[in-house]
């Protein structure tokens, strides 16, 4: 492999934003045949770098070398030309479409039907990825549609092809079969950027990798030869610090869903289907799956945004399925939003504004009149204990990194002193030192005998937190487990909708097999 | 080469200078059409905005035209910064104006000290129900409100004019579609003698520090401000949507429809077809020149209506058609609208780099390094 030339040269990469150097001279090189790791936290820069690549960005400074060539890609339609590829995190699929139809509408030039069809059931089944060209889109797991965007690369035999996160929506099963394909398709000469913050899964896949810190290369490893300490120290300059739930008793019931169904207002989204649930005093109850399981509809039933029966969800004994957001409030509950930007906080508005939003029945609000004071106040001991990065109160949300104002909203529904705590996706973008103190923040809560339910995708962050773990698939939930009762593997195949209830998954009988037959 | 880049945050400066960089667009626009229809642009300038402020009785006709844009845009202020898109305040003006007049018509040439304050109570009903009617389709059906509220002006208007060609035409009117006089008790008494200003402008302003303190001060304010600025948020936050989309409406409503009353009860004195140059859809421009904060909407309105006095003083003074007032009302939003991309974005001067191109590499990327 030495005497090959290297298939892609980055040198000095740059690319500057108004408020941030998301790549700062970065530079890699992959060889054919190689899988080659870019390591990364949230906001490292990963990203861009592939964009600027795959030429839907443009660097402001360094160059980029093809087979030995200087190249400028200024679209991505110039890369597919030059056998770049790239499956991107958030799939760019027409749910309304078929398989085939999406598949032609990337092409290039126009290929007839039959041969298409014909083309997507040989290259998907030659790399081990069935699909059925004939399918709709909408009925199709999320495994299968990133199978889709796969074979859709494929079909135009890349000579790279960019791996953006791709196992962040599969369930640990899937990421073997996934594993499987990728490395079949290095063996045939392809080059694989493959993009991820998971340390075991790049120890396990990749030949080589170039490891970012804050849009700079902060060092190359074989990633054979690491341990996760190692890989991580690189990635976030600094050890890995753990969060420890100390075995505690149980009180009272705080949250009862019981039965709850909800037909989904989306066509295209999951309706929630027979969920019955407890979180007790001083427990966090945490409930995994693949994202577009019925996370987020779970999340609106709960929060009341979206309204049920009265008696489905009750509230230490209150009947509140019917009761809107600012009601279930009142009664004790806060919310913690996937979106941060938008929902969780308003972006043009300062902090103290932001907390205003949630924490009226502070006194900020008195006889209808907004009292300044108690804002400022308030949003201060906020920022002084949570460690929030800003100027001061009076800084607006959409100037924080996307971790301080997690930690900022966060710190925000904890200081209301609530009974009941939902939280969605608390670390999903927010960097280590941020999301360990978030972590904490949570436990800590628990340790006050709050209830505190958390959804989230990171199954790592679940087995650490958890004092129970439920699994939503396809908008059913799973039987509860303690996490020292169960084994990833478990939980993985709970994710792809599978309990052996009575349920059953008869809702996922057409897709969900595939997933689990390559175990 | 400059290149359009988004800032990081929204420029406070901007949102000042904005509007001023605005009116020098218009005013260089309008010396150019001047010059290119062979008059004066300097005679023309000062036709347009200098004669109406010269004389004490212009002043006066500038605060009596300033009335009713400001009661409209204060209204108007409320409800885009809601996200609430009423662009229909002309037909809620007509509708104080009905509901307010018919109740005039009735007290016919009565004393009475109860008829102006029902007149006026009339006159916010009235406009609060035709604006009544938008919240209703929307909130029930999801109707898109800048459509309904459009509709309605003409159906308002038409309403007007079907009352004063029938039922409320004045019988020793010569057949001319208006109604009687009002009487001395409904009409509204002058603010300053010898002058035709009414009470109404101390209602506006009134009115506009009210605005201040609701949306600056209060908590229904702010839910509001949220709902327009991060609907998301808003639903988040468990503020109700249909509330804020009823009292956004409403309160344009009641402030135009006030608007309305104030017009035939002051300087018109009767109930005839055309009670409003266009006023509520001018106000629409006021809204966005004052920046939706109710005190810049006073100085928006003033602005506007110095646009009236000035198009009507260049008509007569130059021969100009009347088109010249609603051109220069369009220009003036035209070079607002465009500044206000500076706002959220910025020019950068972008020097043409080697960075993408191979030869010069090296030496761009030492630099980088």
Known sequence: MEETKPRLVLTGITKRYPSVVANDGVSLSVRPGEIHAVLGENGAGKSTLMKVIYGVTKPDAGTLMWNGQYETIVAPSQARRMGIGMVFQHFSLFETLTVWENISLALDEPIPTAQLAAQI??????????????????????????????????????????????????????????????????????????????????????????????????????????????????????????????????????????????????????????????????????????????????????????????????????????????????????????????????????????????????????????????????????????????????????????????????????????????????????????????????????????????????????????????????????????????????????????????????????NMPMEAAHV | MYRLERRATPSSTMSVVSPILAAVGMLITGFLLFSALGKDPLEGFYLFFIKPLSTSYGLSELLLKTTPLLLCGLGLALGFRANVWNIGAEGQLTMGAIAGGGVALWFGDSDSSFAMPLMLLAGVLGGMAWAAIPAFLRTRFNTNEILVTLMLVYIAQLVLSWLVHGPWRDPEGQNYPQSQGFGDAETMDVLISGTRVTWGIVYALGLAVVAWVFSQKTFAGFRMQVAGLAPAAAAYAGFSEKRNIWIALLLCGGAAGLAGICEVAGPIGRMQQEISPGYGFAAIIVAWIGRLHPIGVVFGALLMSLLYLGGESAQMGMGLPSAITGMFQGLLLFYLLGADLFINFRLRRVTPKPATSAPTATATVGKAA
């Open chain 1, 121 to 510: 059931t040989e290259v998907s089944e030659k790399y081990g990825l069935p699909i059925d060209p004939y399918r709709l889109v909408h009925s199709m797991s999320v495994g299968e549609r990133q199978r889709v965007e796969i074979v859709r690369c494929l079909l135009q035999e890349p000579k790279l092809l960019i791996m953006d996160e791709p196992t962040s929506v599969l369930t640990p099963q899937a990421v073997l079969v996934l594993f499987k394909t990728l490395k079949r398709l290095a063996s045939e000469g392809c080059s694989i950027l493959y993009i991820s913050h998971k340390l075991d899964e790049i120890r396990a896949l990749c030949d080589s990798a170039t490891v970012l810190r804050g849009g700079r290369v902060s060092g190359t490893a074989i990633p054979r030869n690491e341990t996760n300490e190692s890989l991580a120290r690189m990635m976030i300059g600094g050890e890995l610090a753990e969060c420890h739930l100390t075995p505690r008793e149980t009180a009272e019931v705080r949250l009862d869903v019981d039965h709850l169904s909800l037909a989904s207002p989306d066509p295209f989204g999951t309706s929630l289907k027979d969920i019955t649930l407890q979180v007790r005093s001083g427990e966090i109850l945490g409930i995994a799956g693949v994202s577009g399981n019925g996370q987020k509809e779970l999340m609106a039933a709960l929060s009341g945004e979206r309204l049920s029966k009265g008696a489905m969800i009750k509230l230490l004994g209150t009947p509140c399925g019917n009761l809107n957001p600012a009601q279930r409030r009142a009664l004790g509950m806060t919310f913690v939003p996937e979106e941060r930007l938008g929902r969780g906080a308003v972006p043009p508005m300062s902090l103290a504004s932001n907390a205003l939003l949630t924490g009226a029945r502070k006194g900020m609000v008195q006889n209808g009149l907004i009292h300044p004071s108690v804002m400022k106040t308030f949003s201060k001991s906020v920022i002084e204990r949570f460690r929030v990065k800003c100027g001061d109160e009076q800084s607006v949300a959409s100037s924080l990194s996307g971790g301080n104002l997690q930690k900022f909203i966060v710190g925000r529904e904890t200081m209301l002193a609530p009974k009941m705590m939902i939280v969605a996706q608390p670390t999903w973008g927010v960097d280590v030192g941020a999301a360990q103190l978030i972590r904490q923040a949570l436990i800590d809560l628990r340790d006050q005998g709050v209830a505190l339910l958390v959804i989230s995708e990171e199954l790592d962050e679940l087995f650490t937190i958890s004092d129970r773990l439920a699994v939503i698939a396809e908008g059913r939930l799973s039987p509860s487990v303690k996490p020292a009762e169960t084994s990833i593997e478990q939980i993985g195949t709970w994710m792809s909708g599978k309990f052996g209830d009575k349920a059953g998954p008869a809702a996922g009988s057409a």
